[in-house]
Protein backbone atom coordinates (compact mmCIF):
# COMPACT_ATOMS: atom_id res chain seq x y z
CA UNK A 1 0.00 0.00 0.00
CA UNK A 2 1.27 3.41 -0.90
CA UNK A 3 2.53 5.28 2.18
CA UNK A 4 0.45 8.63 2.65
CA UNK A 5 3.12 11.23 3.37
CA UNK A 6 2.77 15.21 2.33
CA UNK A 7 3.87 14.56 -1.45
CA UNK A 8 1.54 12.46 -1.80
CA UNK A 9 -1.34 14.21 -0.30
CA UNK A 10 -0.67 17.24 -2.67
CA UNK A 11 -0.60 15.28 -5.63
CA UNK A 12 -3.80 13.72 -4.18
CA UNK A 13 -4.91 17.82 -4.30
CA UNK A 14 -4.10 18.98 -7.18
CA UNK A 15 -5.18 15.71 -9.09
CA UNK A 16 -8.68 16.80 -7.65
CA UNK A 17 -8.40 20.31 -8.40
CA UNK A 18 -7.66 19.88 -12.01
CA UNK A 19 -10.67 17.24 -11.87
CA UNK A 20 -12.96 19.94 -10.37
CA UNK A 21 -11.24 22.34 -13.00
CA UNK A 22 -12.50 19.76 -16.36
CA UNK A 23 -16.04 19.97 -14.48
CA UNK A 24 -16.22 23.57 -14.04
CA UNK A 25 -15.37 24.77 -17.66
CA UNK A 26 -17.66 21.78 -18.53
CA UNK A 27 -20.32 23.75 -16.88
CA UNK A 28 -19.99 26.75 -18.11
CA UNK A 29 -20.09 25.72 -21.64
CA UNK A 30 -23.15 24.06 -20.80
CA UNK A 31 -24.76 27.45 -19.95
CA UNK A 32 -23.29 28.75 -22.97
CA UNK A 33 -24.87 26.27 -25.09
CA UNK A 34 -28.31 27.03 -22.91
CA UNK A 35 -27.52 30.68 -24.12
CA UNK A 36 -26.65 30.48 -27.82
CA UNK A 37 -29.02 27.86 -28.68
CA UNK A 38 -27.97 27.83 -32.33
CA UNK A 39 -24.62 27.16 -31.92
CA UNK A 40 -25.49 24.62 -29.07
CA UNK A 41 -23.87 21.59 -30.90
CA UNK A 42 -20.44 23.72 -30.59
CA UNK A 43 -20.75 24.23 -26.68
CA UNK A 44 -22.19 20.98 -26.03
CA UNK A 45 -18.80 19.28 -27.93
CA UNK A 46 -16.65 21.05 -26.05
CA UNK A 47 -18.44 20.68 -22.30
CA UNK A 48 -18.65 16.70 -23.40
CA UNK A 49 -14.88 16.91 -24.12
CA UNK A 50 -13.94 18.50 -20.71
CA UNK A 51 -16.26 15.90 -19.09
CA UNK A 52 -14.01 13.76 -20.78
CA UNK A 53 -10.83 15.40 -19.35
CA UNK A 54 -12.14 14.71 -15.88
CA UNK A 55 -12.43 10.86 -16.42
CA UNK A 56 -9.58 10.40 -17.76
CA UNK A 57 -7.95 12.56 -14.60
CA UNK A 58 -10.13 9.76 -12.63
CA UNK A 59 -9.20 6.98 -14.08
CA UNK A 60 -5.08 7.78 -13.64
CA UNK A 61 -3.56 6.33 -10.92
CA UNK A 62 -1.29 9.12 -11.03
CA UNK A 63 -0.52 9.41 -7.56
CA UNK A 64 2.12 6.74 -7.36
CA UNK A 65 5.26 7.95 -6.79
CA UNK A 66 7.27 4.98 -7.64
CA UNK A 67 8.52 3.53 -11.45
CA UNK A 68 7.31 5.96 -14.27
CA UNK A 69 5.15 7.98 -12.13
CA UNK A 70 7.70 9.25 -10.25
CA UNK A 71 9.02 11.47 -13.24
CA UNK A 72 5.54 13.14 -13.37
CA UNK A 73 6.24 16.50 -12.32
CA UNK A 74 2.47 17.87 -11.40
CA UNK A 75 1.92 21.63 -11.88
CA UNK A 76 2.15 24.19 -9.07
CA UNK A 77 -1.00 23.85 -6.80
CA UNK A 78 -1.70 27.68 -7.18
CA UNK A 79 -1.99 27.79 -10.87
CA UNK A 80 -4.81 25.70 -10.51
CA UNK A 81 -6.27 27.11 -7.53
CA UNK A 82 -5.95 30.63 -9.40
CA UNK A 83 -8.03 29.01 -12.60
CA UNK A 84 -10.86 27.86 -10.55
CA UNK A 85 -11.34 30.76 -9.06
CA UNK A 86 -11.28 32.22 -12.40
CA UNK A 87 -13.94 29.83 -13.41
CA UNK A 88 -15.39 30.93 -9.97
CA UNK A 89 -15.72 34.48 -11.66
CA UNK A 90 -16.91 33.49 -14.98
CA UNK A 91 -19.96 31.99 -13.29
CA UNK A 92 -20.65 34.97 -11.46
CA UNK A 93 -20.55 36.91 -14.47
CA UNK A 94 -22.96 34.55 -15.86
CA UNK A 95 -25.68 34.91 -13.50
CA UNK A 96 -25.55 39.08 -13.46
CA UNK A 97 -25.76 39.51 -16.91
CA UNK A 98 -26.07 38.65 -20.20
CA UNK A 99 -23.26 37.75 -23.16
CA UNK A 100 -23.11 38.35 -26.73
CA UNK A 101 -21.77 35.50 -28.51
CA UNK A 102 -18.87 37.32 -29.36
CA UNK A 103 -17.92 37.76 -25.66
CA UNK A 104 -18.67 34.08 -25.22
CA UNK A 105 -15.69 33.35 -27.63
CA UNK A 106 -13.73 35.40 -25.78
CA UNK A 107 -14.18 34.18 -22.51
CA UNK A 108 -13.81 30.44 -23.66
CA UNK A 109 -10.46 31.19 -25.59
CA UNK A 110 -9.22 33.34 -22.33
CA UNK A 111 -10.22 30.14 -20.31
CA UNK A 112 -8.82 27.44 -22.44
CA UNK A 113 -5.66 29.20 -23.01
CA UNK A 114 -5.43 29.99 -18.84
CA UNK A 115 -6.48 25.94 -18.38
CA UNK A 116 -3.41 25.39 -20.71
CA UNK A 117 -0.90 27.07 -18.61
CA UNK A 118 -2.54 25.78 -15.36
CA UNK A 119 -1.82 22.02 -16.77
CA UNK A 120 1.46 21.83 -17.04
CA UNK A 121 2.66 18.29 -16.38
CA UNK A 122 6.21 17.69 -16.91
CA UNK A 123 5.65 13.86 -18.59
CA UNK A 124 8.35 11.30 -19.04
CA UNK A 125 8.72 9.49 -22.96
CA UNK A 126 6.53 6.89 -21.92
CA UNK A 127 3.57 4.63 -23.59
CA UNK A 128 2.11 3.97 -20.35
CA UNK A 129 -1.74 4.70 -20.41
CA UNK A 130 -1.59 6.94 -17.64
CA UNK A 131 0.98 9.17 -18.69
CA UNK A 132 -0.99 9.19 -22.51
CA UNK A 133 -3.65 9.78 -20.62
CA UNK A 134 -2.02 13.22 -19.61
CA UNK A 135 -0.86 14.02 -23.13
CA UNK A 136 -4.27 13.35 -24.53
CA UNK A 137 -5.47 16.10 -21.53
CA UNK A 138 -3.16 18.72 -22.68
CA UNK A 139 -3.53 18.19 -26.35
CA UNK A 140 -7.37 18.32 -26.01
CA UNK A 141 -6.81 21.44 -24.06
CA UNK A 142 -4.47 22.80 -26.91
CA UNK A 143 -7.06 21.32 -30.02
CA UNK A 144 -10.07 23.48 -28.05
CA UNK A 145 -7.71 26.93 -28.43
CA UNK A 146 -7.60 26.25 -32.40
CA UNK A 147 -11.72 25.32 -32.37
CA UNK A 148 -12.47 28.11 -30.78
CA UNK A 149 -10.37 30.74 -32.89
CA UNK A 150 -11.99 28.59 -35.83
CA UNK A 151 -15.58 29.02 -34.52
CA UNK A 152 -14.90 32.64 -34.09
CA UNK A 153 -13.69 33.33 -37.66
CA UNK A 154 -16.68 31.22 -39.13
CA UNK A 155 -18.75 33.62 -37.30
CA UNK A 156 -17.37 36.82 -38.61
CA UNK A 157 -15.50 37.48 -35.36
CA UNK A 158 -11.54 38.94 -35.59
CA UNK A 159 -9.52 37.19 -33.08
CA UNK A 160 -8.95 39.07 -30.07
CA UNK A 161 -5.62 40.68 -29.37
Same mark, same amino acid.
Given at each position: ?????????? $???????????????????????????SE???????????????R??????????T?????? $?????????????????????????????N??????????K????????????????????? $???I???????? $???????????????
Amino acid at each position: MEQINPEYVA $RQKTLLECIDLEIAVSLIYREFSRLFPSESDFWIELALEEEDHARLYLAADMLQLTGEYAAV $RFPPAAFITRTLAFTEQIKDHLQKRTFSLNEALDIALKLEKTVAESIVFELPESSDPVIANL $RKIINGTEAHVD $RIERFRMEKGFSLPG
